[in-house]
Structure formats: C-alpha cells, structure tokens
C-alpha cells in the first residue's frame, strides 16, 4: 500500500481559479467542479492516482429540498495502490444536459455514462459508441427522472403488436 | 487472418464486409439468463463482440425510491439471485453507513458467515456452470450437491431458501438457533471433501484447461482501468480485496489470504474462484467457532432497531416500538446527505450510492453492479478467440443478468 496523495493539492494546481468545493461526510471526502472544468479534473485526478473508475452515475434533485441544480452527476474514483476515495459531483442544468467523455480517460467508462445517458438523458460528448444501455432505443422517456411515474406512461401496455406476418 | 491485420485502416473494405454475423442468444444454455451477443465473426474467429442487455430490466432503481430501507432488502436479494444474502449484506451495509448505525458483535459474526456461505454458494455454481458450459456436467452436479445444503442453512436461518430477505436495518430478522450452528459446523466438516472431488475432476482435466488456458486474457492495465473487481481483477495481478483494504464486519478479527493469480486467462479465473472457496471456508470455520453471544439489533430503544418478535406480539410496549419503526410518519430521520458503501461481494465489489433527503427511504439508490463493468470489458476478452470459446469467457466473468439489468 503506498501513500494516498493530497488530491486538494493536485486538483488546486491544475485547476487555478476555479470554485472547488470540498466535503466529507462519515470520512469520505468529495468535491464538487463546475461542468465545464469536469474533464480537466478528471484527467487530472487519473495522472494523479485515481486509476479507477468506480461508478459513474446521476441524481435528478427536482424534489430534493433546497436544491438549486436540475442534475447532479457523480464521480466515484478509486486509487487501486492506495485505496484512497474520492466523490467528484458536477451539476447540471436544462437544456444543456452535456458533458465530455471520460471513456479516453477510463475505459469502465463506456457502460456506466450510457446507462446514465438511458436513465437521465444526460450526453456524453466524444463516447464511441454513444446510444441507450438497458431500455430499447425506441424508448422516448429517461425512467429515472423524478417526473417519471414509477408505474410507467403506459409504454408496456400500448406496446405495439407484431403480427407474425410483419416480422 | 490475425487480428492486428483486421485492425488496420488500410484493409480492404470488402473483408469487412465478408465478415459474418451471428446472434448469440438472448436464449442461450451458456448465456445463463437472458442476454444477447451480436458476434461478427471470420470463419470461426471472433472479431467483434457487440453484448445488448437489457432484456431483464424491471426497474429496480426507481423502486428503490417509493420502498424504504426495510422494504427494499426484498428487491436486493433478486439482483444477483446466484448469492441473494451477499445483497442484502451489501445494502444494509451502505444504509447504516448512512445512518451512522455499529452493528452488535454477534450481527456482524453472522452476517460474515452467510457473506462467506454466499461467497462459496455463488463460486461454487460459476465454476460448475463454466465446467458445464465446456461439457463436464458431472463436476457440475457435485457443486450443486454442497449448494443445496447451504439453501437448507440459510432455510434455517431465516424460513426462505432463496430470497431470504434476512438482514435489517441494525441487525436481522431473527437471531440463529442452536441447530444452525450446528449445520454450519457440519457443513465445515463436509465440504472440504465435496471440494476435493470436484477440484480432483476439474483443475487438472486436460479437455478442460486447454479449453481456458490463454483464452480471453484481461489485462493488468485493462482490469484497472476498466473498473474490474473482485475474482476478475485478481486473476489479472490487482491484488485487492476490500475485506482485507477496508475492512467491515468481522473481517478485521479473521485470519484469511487475498486469493491472485497473474494469467488474466478463463484458467486463472477459475483457479482465482477455487482458491477462494477455500478461504472463505477458513473465516467460516474462525466465526463459528467464535460467535459472540448477546442481541442481534442494535439497543431496542430507539428508533434504530426493530424490536423483538415476541415483544411485539406479547406486550403493548413492544407494539408500540414496532409501530413506530414502521409507519411511514414516524420512522427515524435520515442525515439529509449522500454515502456509498461498498462490499466485496462474490463477483466483486457491489455498492450501493444512496442520498438521503431525511426520509428512512432513499431518495436515490444507486447499485453498483461488479457484472456491469465485468460484461463491458467482454468485448476486449474474446476478440481474437474462436466461437467455442464464448461460452468459455462468459462462464469465466460471472454474468447474472437480473443484476446486470436491474
């Protein structure tokens, strides 16, 4: 096990000038980058350890009290060597639901944003292979938005018929 | 042709073109549940795989927000149903890391050892299905054999064979008996020699290691990058293991080894989930041994923990505990903030992300499913392998598609 590095430091080094806000909750430390820094802070991070992508996944704060951003988009990093965590939080708001690829930077990347992509509707610019994961392409709606219905808007009931003649 | 011609750009678009594609599934013996792979193949040799999931996608993170804590153990455990009780471990692990909720001694002892029993229920059919699926059904009836047993331990435990929904917030449903001790210690006894047959017809087979030696290798490199955990990563040389690096439950008073090899092949695999089996074994033997004595919920005043069944049923006080840790009004608060939790489940490591707006019910409940990133990673395991070798890669990384799709 080698020693976790001071991720505060590095990421305010590359990143002059920019907000960062820093946090911990029971011991697990997170910052939160604006949008538009998210790729840097990435790249970032992985030259400075973090050589895992742990999970990549997507809040819809509609009803969550007190919140100001639409979408908040999760980071969860992992440095293999030394075990040391981090949580990088960016939000978003509509129209403008993009962010750039962290693919180039992780390959785990390639399943995790397209399943945040199927479920939120959030784009992920410069993926490879760029299209929905679990839900059939056809699909219209991002399921795991607050404004979805948990019972669904019918979509399995009207399901059109296939006759076998058409198939 | 060899697969560094086929990658460059300066080939002859007509071979692509030549190239043929076959559906592997959605149904499919070797591919387990539902799953499909679109291969685009020369001759027999795999050049793309294309996997599409989703066939089993039954939304379980949206339920996750209406159900609460309690409730939700009941959709956890049909994840990755090859080893329910790792789940529900795992969630509750994550909950009362949010709630900032210390377990009792002898909670912690009992989860470690249905965590230890799934670990080998769960090794125990991916490595009997992957001899199987490569056309050795005996061995497969042998695993199979030890598995039932560990169904009628958890049937004990908790009245369930499959989907026990046994762990709680703070502790579990109920407290083990005598008797359960006792099947456990009797199946310490009689595993170690179901193991031995079923190792002796398997490791060394000369049909079977051909069939995995060298076939789909994972890289060092790729397994980290690619988010790889648990057995998957540890035959490629990432020698991690979170009961070991972060420490939960009892892991911290037992004595076991961090199971690695370096091939990154479907052999290494294997030979990762074998060792493993043996471990796991070891901390069962240790917790039994050792069980503490005492309650299995955390102190029954407060809000935390679920009052005991028979307080419930025979005094008014016991009532109104249970009542008021079940109605949706009453039940304790929440700190409004977000917490991942994670464990080394039998595939790897399984998390779960939760935030919190102050309800004993998530307001978002992520899982991080080790087979997701496992079955992306698919594509860089076969290209180049012969189509026999499909049902060989899919067997070695584990893919249980409820857990895939939630």
């Known amino acids: ?28 430390q997170r910052v939160r980058v604006p ?38 988009v999760v980071y969860l990093l992992l440095d293999t060597q030394s075990g040391q965590r981090l949580t990088v939080k960016t939000h978003l708001n509509e129209p403008d639901l993009k962010l750039p ?35 059939p392409d056809a699909f219209e709606s991002f399921p795991l938005r607050k404004d979805y219905p948990v019972k669904g808007r019918g979509e399995r009931h009207n399901f059109p018929i296939i006759t076998r003649a058409e198939s | ?58 939304g379980f993170e949206k339920l996750a927000e209406v159900l609460d804590y309690n409730q939700y153990v009941t959709i956890v455990d049909r994840m990755n149903y090859i080893s329910p009780m790792a789940n529900e471990i795992a969630w509750h692990h994550a909950v009362e890391g949010l709630l900032g909720i210390e377990l009792t001694p002898r909670c912690k002892y009992i989860r470690t050892i249905f965590a230890e029993l799934m670990r080998i229920h769960d090794h125990l059919l991916c490595t009997g299905t ?12 042998y695993a199979f054999n030890e598995r039932e047993k560990i169904y009628e331990i958890c049937e004990r435990a908790s009245g369930q064979r499959f989907h ?45 290691v051909e069939r995995t030696r060298d076939v789909g290798v994972l890289s060092k490199a790729d397994a980290i990058a690619g988010g790889a955990t648990g057995p998957v990563a540890r035959a490629s040389g990432v020698e991690r293991d979170l009961r070991r690096d972060e420490p939960y439950l009892a892991y911290n008073d037992l004595d076991f080894d961090v199971c690695c090899a370096q091939g990154g092949d479907c052999y290494s695999r294997f030979q990762v989930r074998m060792m493993e089996m043996v471990e796991s074994l070891k901390i069962i033997e240790q917790a039994i041994e050792n069980l503490p004595s005492g309650p299995v919920f955390i102190s029954g005043t407060g809000k935390e923990g679920l009052p005991d069944k028979t307080e419930v049923y025979r005094s008014i006080e016991g009532l109104i505990h249970h009542f008021e840790n ?26 779960y992300y939760i935030v919190s707006d102050g309800d004993f019910k998530a307001y978002r409940a992520r899982t991080r499913p080790p087979s997701v990133l496992h079955f992306s990673l698919f594509n860089r395991m076969i290209r180049g392998c012969m189509l026999s070798d499909v049902a060989a890669v899919l067997g070695s990384i584990n893919i249980i598609a409820a857990e895939l799709d939630r």
């Open chain 2, 130 to 141: 992957c001899v199987l699926d490569l056309g050795g059904a005996t061995a497969f009836m």
């Open chain 1, 35 to 72: 949008a538009l820094q998210i790729a840097q802070a990435l790249r970032a991070l992985r030259d400075a350890g973090m050589d895992q992508i742990v999970d990549i996944t997507a809040v819809d704060m509609l009803e969550y009290p007190g919140a100001t951003d639409r979408f908040e």
């Open chain 2, 326 to 351: 079940i109605m949706p009004n009453r039940q304790m608060p929440s700190p409004k903030e977000s917490y991942y939790g994670a464990t080394e489940s039998p595939n790897g490591e399984l998390g």
């Open chain 2, 164 to 208: 026990t929904s046994y762990t709680r917030v703070g502790g579990l449903l109920y407290d083990v008996t005598d008797d359960w001790v006792a099947m456990v210690r009797d199946f310490c006894k009689t595993f170690p020699r179901a193991y031995r047959d079923f190792a002796g017809l398997v490791m060394k087979n000369r049909i079977f």
């Open chain 1, 101 to 135: 690829s962290a693919y180039p930077i992780w390959i785990g990347a390639d399943w995790l944003e397209r399943e945040v992509y199927d479920m939120f509707g959030i784009v992920f610019e410069g993926h490879p292979n760029f299209k929905r994961l679990l839900l």
């Open chain 2, 1 to 58: 042709m060899p697969l560094d011609l086929i990658e460059s750009p300066d080939l002859d678009a007509g071979y692509r073109e030549g190239l043929w594609t076959l559906n592997f599934g959605p149904q499919h013996p070797a591919t387990h549940t539902t799953l499909r792979l679109v291969l685009k193949l020369d001759g027999e040799m795999v050049v793309e795989a294309d996997p599409d999931i989703g066939f089993l996608h039954s």
């Open chain 1, 1 to 28: 096990m080698s020693e976790s590095t001071n991720l505060k430091e590095v990421l305010e080094s590359k990143l002059p000038g920019v907000a960062l806000a820093w946090s911990e909750f029971r011991s697990q």
